[in-house]
């Protein structure tokens, strides 16, 4: 499995990581064991919420005994955002999860709360060793902007944002700025939460040619499409473990430039969206 420097935090980080949204839909044990499979095969970056339901919960379960392992992140609501509710919302997720500490903590999206309060909510955290970092969600350029003036250089570990191949808006201007500013970013439904290209349309046909080509699978090709740029990572949510092996197998594979050039032929990136998409 390939790993990237996770932007400030000096820390390498597999390419491809493990996301968690509506994994315990099904049989609780299953979702536990999709997790521990994909630590087993080097997914060791963990992408929870205190909004995903019992999520946190599975997670403390399949980490049980291999905390070190993982790089672990949570987020923050922005209805939790203020100084004092950003503490009682990490202490609950700390206490779900059964740890002592996240490798990183984002808040989920912008909300009302004045980014100095969070940010310095976030820093008390990390001087007291509760975070290990600390990052932003679905942020556009300006609240970018508007955090690093709040923070410094140095401090955002990451955003996480929407992008897969029907959906490639970051690509404009917020993936440019967080490579400029040293910030990684994390790829959220890189399968498009179920909105995968079938076989009808352009990029599913070209998805399928690489796939006959290389032996990869179509999810494959486009989790390594995604990871081509040197500070992205990604998080599939799989709960089942033939589809936890298939996301693992794509941390170690790349793509040619002829291959990728297709693919951006076949998935435009499209015109600059007036506001970032967020799912
Ligand atoms: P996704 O990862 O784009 O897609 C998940 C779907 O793809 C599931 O139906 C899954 O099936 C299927 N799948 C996974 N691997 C597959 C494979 N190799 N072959 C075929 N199908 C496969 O959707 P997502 O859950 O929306 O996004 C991933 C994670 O990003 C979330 O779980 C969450 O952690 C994070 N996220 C963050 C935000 C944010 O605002 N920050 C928003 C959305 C999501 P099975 O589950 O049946 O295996």
């Known amino acids: 499995m390939r790993q990237k420097i996770f932007g400030p935090t000096g820390r390498p980080v597999p390419v491809i990581g493990q996301g968690t949204w509506s994994?315990?839909?099904?049989?609780?044990?299953?979702?536990?064991?999709?997790?521990?499979?994909?630590?087993?095969?080097?997914?060791?970056?963990?992408?929870?919420?205190?909004?995903?339901?019992?999520a946190e919960l599975v997670v403390a379960e399949a980490i049980a005994g291999r905390r070190d392992e993982v790089f672990l992140v949570s987020k923050v609501l922005p209805n939790h955002a203020s100084a004092r509710s950003v503490v009682t919302a990490c202490e609950r997720s700390l206490a779900r999860l059964k740890t002592d500490r996240l490798d990183s903590y984002l808040l989920?999206?912008?909300?009302?709360?004045?980014?100095?309060?969070?940010?310095?909510?976030?820093?008390?955290?990390?001087?007291?060793?509760?975070?290990?970092?600390?990052?932003?969600?679905?942020?556009?350029?300006?609240?970018?902007?508007?955090?690093?003036?709040?923070?410094?250089?140095?401090?955002?570990?990451?955003?996480?944002?929407?992008?897969?191949?029907?959906?490639?808006?970051?690509?404009?201007?917020?993936?440019?700025?967080?490579?400029?500013?040293?910030?990684?970013?994390?790829?959220?439904?890189?399968?498009?939460?179920?909105?995968?290209?079938?076989?009808?349309?352009?990029?599913?046909?070209?998805?399928?040619?690489?796939?006959?080509?290389?032996?990869?699978?179509?999810?494959?090709?486009?989790?390594?499409?995604?990871?081509?740029?040197a500070s992205v990572f990604t998080i599939p949510k799989a709960a089942r473990l033939a589809h936890v092996n298939d996301n693992a197998a794509a941390g170690d594979l790349t793509l040619t430039d002829r291959q990728w050039q297709r693919l951006d032929e076949a998935c435009p990136r499209g015109p600059k969206p007036a506001h970032l998409p967020m799912l």
């Open 108 to 229: 989920h999206w912008r909300g009302g709360t004045p980014l100095e309060e969070t940010i310095g909510a976030f820093e008390g955290l990390v001087r007291q060793g509760k975070l290990l970092s600390w990052g932003v969600s679905n942020f556009d350029v300006p609240d970018l902007e508007e955090a690093l003036a709040v923070a410094g250089d140095g401090r955002i570990a990451c955003n996480q944002v929407l992008y897969h191949l029907g959906e490639r808006a970051i690509e404009h201007a917020v993936l440019p700025w967080c490579e400029a500013h040293g910030v990684a970013v994390v790829a959220y439904s890189p399968f498009g939460h179920d909105d995968f290209p079938g076989p009808d349309s352009a990029g599913g046909r070209v998805l399928g040619e690489i796939a006959a080509e290389t032996g990869a699978t179509q999810r494959q090709i486009a989790l390594a499409a995604l990871t081509r740029s």
């Open 23 to 54: 994994l315990d839909e099904g049989h609780r044990p299953d979702a536990v064991a999709a997790l521990r499979r994909g630590l087993d095969l080097g997914m060791s970056h963990i992408d929870t919420a205190d909004m995903y339901g019992e």
